[in-house]
């Protein structure tokens, strides 16, 4: 089974810019998360898909951040414009719904540096 | 928003030792418990999970205790091995909505 897969791998931008990162989640996978991890700390969940309607998104910063989801299979995370604060790894991940439990499954990640 | 932490940040071990990784949690309404593995490099990893309608479970090598009056969560890996190093993140929902990841703690085992 092919995981979840994110691109790309790493991006260096400058304060202002604007950025994307892409997302396909594991086939058959209802619910798609993007996290974003700052070096140092867990991760904190931007928002929740469950095909492609929203299903929380109440930590996103929507004044930059915007994410969509298409036909409810790939997915892009947008940031315009970035600041320097937004420098982390952008991780996501899908889930199956299920009643029996919530395990999600993590793509490798976008290791975003703004300068 | 919710507070899930980790009361160690870092813990060392012996090979062949076991390991217990704490974590504390402030939402009494979550009702469901991830353990996740992080490598350098790499996303987190499933590990185990634990309902609020139980006190134990137990995987291949690791067991997830659950204290609800105290709301305390704790991993133990049996044997550690030098494979077991990594960052540790307990995770916490509420019917699978609003995921809250810990700080983390790094674990090295010592060969």
């Known amino acids: 089974e092919a995981g979840v897969a994110q691109s790309p791998r790493y991006k260096i931008i400058e304060k202002r810019q604007s950025v994307a990162f892409w997302c396909n989640p594991i086939s058959g996978h209802a619910t798609l998360y993007w996290y974003q991890q700052i070096l140092g700390q867990g991760p904190k969940l931007l928002i929740q898909?469950?095909?492609?309607?929203?299903?929380?998104d109440s930590q996103l910063p929507k004044d930059r951040f915007s994410a969509e989801r298409l036909k409810g299979v790939d997915s892009t995370l947008k940031i315009q414009p970035a600041k320097l604060e937004d420098s982390a790894v952008y991780l996501c991940a899908s889930s199956q719904t299920v009643t029996s439990g919530y395990e999600q499954y993590f793509g490798p990640g976008t290791r975003l540096t703004v300068t | 928003g919710e507070s899930v932490g980790l009361h160690l940040p870092t813990l060392s071990v012996q090979e062949g030792d076991n390991s217990i990784i704490n974590c504390a949690y402030s939402?009494?309404?979550?009702?469901?418990f991830i353990w996740y593995k992080q490598e350098s490099g790499k996303g987190p990893q499933f590990i185990i999970d634990?309902?609020?309608?139980?006190d134990k479970r137990q995987g291949q090598r690791v067991t997830v205790l659950l204290n609800k009056t105290v709301k305390h969560l704790s991993l133990q890996i049996a044997a550690t091995q030098p494979g077991d190093s990594a960052v540790y993140f307990c995770a916490e929902t509420n019917t699978g909505n609003q995921f809250y990841f810990g700080t983390g703690t790094s674990l090295t085992v010592i060969p």
């Open positions: 898909f469950q095909n492609n309607g929203v299903v929380d």
């Open positions: 634990i309902r609020s309608n139980m």
């Open positions: 939402n009494s309404a979550s009702d469901y």
